[in-house]
């Protein structure tokens, strides 16, 4: 999946028009501050959420999935999605990235998300295939002494 459009917009508070995209088919993933170029937080819409469950690693930029990656996370944070939407779309998707960084990132929220899990009402069946699929994730070594464990 590659950038079929882009526009450069000047954003002022928190709804900014854009009039460049009037009568433009509605992307499969709108990503705004693509590229990072302004200090501005930005969450997805619940389509570009559910393309992006489908897609995100069909993403050609690995800077585009990690923005997205942690657009999700911001989306938890700030009580848009719950977290065991968040760990689900996590575990759906981390075994097929491929960049380092994108990896670590993934593995930092679900050790973020870990601490969380056992606080909260998480359902069983989330809490359960989290534990079994945590180790999955590439980059995360797991030792045979305490399998399914990951390596500190």
Same mark, same amino acid.
Do not use: M
């Given at each position: 999946m590659s950038r079929v459009a882009a526009a450069p917009i000047t954003y002022s508070g928190a709804e900014t028009e854009v009039k460049? $995209?009037? *009568?433009?088919? /509605?992307?499969?993933?709108?990503?705004? =501050?693509?590229?990072d170029w302004g200090y501005v937080k930005t969450r997805l @819409? #619940?389509?570009?959420?559910?393309?992006? $469950?489908?897609?995100? =690693?069909?993403?050609?930029? $690995?800077f585009t999935r990690l923005m997205l990656?942690?657009?999700l996370f911001g989306s938890v944070t700030d009580a848009k999605m719950s977290l065991s939407e968040r760990? @689900?779309?996590?575990?759906?998707n981390a075994a097929d990235e491929s960049n380092i960084n994108v990896i670590?990132?993934?593995g930092s929220h679900l050790e973020t998300a870990s601490a969380y899990m056992h606080r909260f009402d998480m359902p069983q069946e989330t809490? $359960? #295939?989290? /534990?079994?699929?945590?180790t999955a994730i590439p980059g995360r070594a797991?030792?045979?002494?305490? #399998? *399914?464990?990951p390596v500190q």
């Open positions: 460049e $995209a009037q *009568g433009q088919p /509605c992307p499969q993933i709108l990503i705004l =501050n693509d590229e @819409d #619940k389509n570009s959420v559910a393309q992006a $469950a489908q897609y995100i =690693n069909a993403i050609e930029s $690995a990656w942690q657009s760990v @689900d779309f996590a575990l759906h670590r990132l993934i809490l $359960a #295939k989290f /534990c079994d699929q945590r797991t030792s045979q002494r305490h #399998k *399914g464990h």
